[in-house]
């Protein structure tokens, strides 16, 4: 959590229509809850969905 909402997080230089892609292998009801603070806070979009979704639509990502 405190790398999407601390000091020098993600969302510190989140803007309306970027998404942040979830990784994590945390709890997901946890995740949802960061998805709805991340919307309100910053406009950005985290999908309720894991990793593995999109990459079984042919989604297309980098991980840093």
Request: proline residues 5%; aromatic residues 6%.
């Amino acid at each position: 959590e405190s790398c999407v909402f601390g000091p020098n997080g993600v969302a510190s230089g989140g803007k309306k229509g970027q998404r942040l892609i979830d990784l994590s292998t945390a709890d997901p009801s946890r995740t949802r809850e960061m998805t709805t603070r991340l919307k309100r806070d910053t406009g950005m979009e985290r999908p309720a969905r894991r990793a593995a979704v999109f990459l079984k639509q042919g989604f297309n990502f980098a991980s840093l």
